[in-house]
């Protein structure tokens, strides 16, 4: 075992890294930070809801941090070029959004909306627009769409929360040991380095600071009275 923990590589967990001490990190994708906790290449990862889900019979989740949204996700959006919404639609979908695409297809059976999902490589939006009139983009490749002429059909985590009232939960933080007792004082440190990650994120993103700071002034990292229903909700949708 070489490292602590494990984080996403993805702007949400930004204020998590720039809080977090004591402990030797990585970050990764989706994928490989779920690989790297089942190898015992890391103590403790940040996987997606879906992946720990699939492989709870090996993991131990930790009460937090956790990512999830309280409002406008505005980092999972399902967008086209032109077209709007219709009632069969084929959608581009990259390897790293399992969790994403659980809610979207949730919220678009809840709407009557007949959907084929093509699995795509890419995870730029033009890419996935080559492949697809539709597209489910996540991150910062999400946010970067708010500069652009693309047409933002849904926000999936917000209509998720509008729909089935969860705040859409999209990691959670896992072991392969039992009952594993972390400091956790650092977690709630994470909302003071907010406003300089959406600085910074705007900046390199090229996008208004407004729609920054809104981004992670959704984002919660502690678990929260819903967490562990919209928890069972995900497992019960899952296992059935």
Known sequence: MHLDWTFLKMSHSDPLVMA???GTIKRASPSDSLANVLDLRARVSMVSLVSYLKNAKDLFMLREPVISFAGQTLSTLLVSRDKDMQKSMEIAVSADTETTKWYMSNVLKSMGIGFKIKPSEYIEVEDLLNEADYALVIGD???KVFSTKLKILLDVGYE??????YFPLYAVSVSREENLEISTGWIADADHYKEECADR???RLAISTILTRKYYGNVRYLAE???QNILSFVRRSISS
């Open 20 to 22: 977090f001490k004591d």
């Open 160 to 165: 998720f929360l509008r729909i089935f009232q």
């Open 201 to 203: 994120l705007a900046s």
């Open 141 to 143: 490749e999400a946010l």
């Open 225 to 227: 009275s819903s967490t």
